[in-house]
């Protein structure tokens, strides 16, 4: 596909969970504005929903890796023992009023559809209207870690539970679609699953890799960054690794697909 051609549809991008293996969506997108390729509407879950607001706030790549390092992932004195979850997910909040400019999705520069699950109902539930923190927040609130997000009554927990590759909202509105997954489900070691915590992000991992599958056919233009597999789900350590990668891998594989 040429360049000049893609220049005149309209792209929408799909941007799937993955914790810090996400900070490839950054990179993905970085690589896209230096060929001139914006996405018009966004579609995003967990990691990618964050990525994919800050993106359409107007965020540059920079700007979004700044808010992952400047944003504590299990910080001590937000652990909380009154709600169902390590960490209090609400405490969370003054770091979206620090980075993003619109606090509603009409705000937003591009149009953003982010998904979380709805805890009480036991269904997926899209976002794409009206306040825009909480449901950022309800799609990246992974559990156990993070406790539910309380939205209009309803408990909304991470999105990739049950939809972490959301194509849905662009298949009506976009001539081409573009997708990032960031999920990487590789073979580990028996060591890697030593003790609660490692056990329950392994099981997230494979619930989250498994409801995506038969939905990665569907974008025009796939970014798989495989590497991504020894970074780890919640290690702020990779964030910079994770966003090479996804670079990487972006302006090989468009190099191919533009020819």
């Not at 000049?4 to 929408?12: D, S, V």
């Not at 504590?72 to 009023?97: A, E, H, Q, R, S």
Request: net charge negative.
């Amino acid at each position: 596909m040429k360049l000049e051609t893609i220049k005149n549809k309209t792209i929408g991008l799909v941007l799937s969970g993955g914790g810090v293996k996400g900070m490839a969506h950054i990179g993905i997108l970085k690589a896209l504005t230096q060929r001139d390729i914006f996405p018009d509407y966004i579609s995003g879950v967990s990691a990618g929903a964050l990525v994919g607001g800050l993106y359409a706030d107007g965020a540059t790549a920079d700007d979004m890796l700044q808010f992952f390092k400047e944003t504590p992932l299990l910080k001590y004195n937000f652990v909380t023992i009154n709600k169902p979850g390590l960490f209090d997910t609400d405490k969370y909040l003054t770091f979206f009023d620090e980075f993003f400019t619109s606090h509603r999705f009409e705000g937003l520069e591009k149009r953003l559809t982010v998904v979380a699950t709805d805890l009480l109902k036991g269904q997926p539930k899209f976002f794409n209207s009206g306040e825009l923190f909480l449901p950022l927040l309800a799609s990246a609130a992974l559990p156990p870690v993070f406790s539910p997000v309380s939205i209009d009554g309803q408990l909304y927990a991470d999105g990739g539970i049950m939809n972490n590759f959301p194509i849905e909202p662009l298949v009506d509105h976009s001539d081409v679609i573009i997708g990032c997954y960031a999920t990487s489900n590789k073979e580990i070691g028996k060591g890697q699953v030593k003790n609660a915590l490692q056990i329950s992000q392994r099981a997230n991992l494979l619930m989250l890799h498994a409801n995506a599958m038969d939905k990665l056919y569907v974008p025009d233009l796939l970014f798989v960054p495989d590497e991504l597999g020894e970074i780890g789900v919640l290690d702020k350590k990779g964030i910079d690794k994770a966003f090479t990668i996804g670079y990487d891998c972006a302006n090989r594989k468009l190099d191919e697909w533009l020819q």
